[in-house]
């Protein structure tokens, strides 16, 4: 069993709520974790710690710890539990690595959130990590296509979970979780590869400005 402490530095957007990840931190470990908003600027390097856990949002590690002609890595780590826009948090974890992270930190890491009952991917340290990268054209793709006239919302949210599987179609899915974080994360992501992809799609974009206005 791996010991953890938890370093609290403001909102969470992985664990919003009680967790029995929270419930397991202890006073000192083995590994610590920065959780929240602040995560960032609390970082410390510490090389006596087995690993040092840091929550990132759209960030990648290498804004945390620094990057060196790619030879970076450490016994800190990057996370962040998947979930989208206001929607509950997935039991999904994405563990953000560096080239030369320290396999006895990721074992560490992996050990501890998967003691929690989480489950655990490993990444290299890029934008958007696995599942933004991969789902946010999808959005952005379904909110175009609703735009073109190609289907009612009902019709493509239907389709998709009839065809595939899914529990949500994509509009119903955005809609509920808050259009202006999708905006969020497709700005961010298409800052940084600056492929049409990502570029927010329109209805996301009024969302966003109808949200800065303070219109629901």
């Known amino acids: 069993m791996v010991s953890y402490s938890i370093v609290d530095t403001g909102d969470s957007r992985s664990f919003p709520e009680d967790h029995p990840f929270l419930a397991g931190a202890g006073g000192e470990g083995e590994v610590v974790t920065y959780l929240g908003s602040g995560a960032i600027t609390a970082w410390q390097e510490d090389p006596s710690r087995t690993a040092i856990l840091v929550e990132l949002t759209t960030e990648t590690l290498g804004e945390v710890t620094g990057e060196s002609r790619g030879e970076e890595g450490s016994n800190t780590i990057g996370f962040a539990r998947f979930r989208v826009g206001d929607g509950a948090p997935s039991d999904l974890v994405e563990l953000v690595r560096q080239p030369h992270t320290d396999p ?24 958007g990590r696995i599942l933004d990268r991969l789902i946010r054209p999808y959005y952005n793709e379904a909110l175009a296509k609703l735009d073109e006239g190609l289907a ?60 800065q206005r303070g219109m629901s």
């Open 104 to 127: 006895a930190a990721l074992e560490a890491a992996r050990m501890v959130l998967e003691g929690a009952g989480l489950q655990v991917s490993e990444c290299f340290d890029f934008a």
């Open 152 to 211: 009612t919302a009902d019709d493509m949210d239907l389709t998709v979970k009839l065809g595939l599987g899914y529990p949500e179609g994509p509009i119903e899915l955005l809609e509920r979780t808050g259009l202006h974080h999708h905006h969020d994360v497709t700005q961010a992501l298409f800052e940084v590869y600056g492929t049409k992809h990502y570029a927010p799609a329109r209805r996301a974009r009024v969302a966003k400005k109808r949200a």
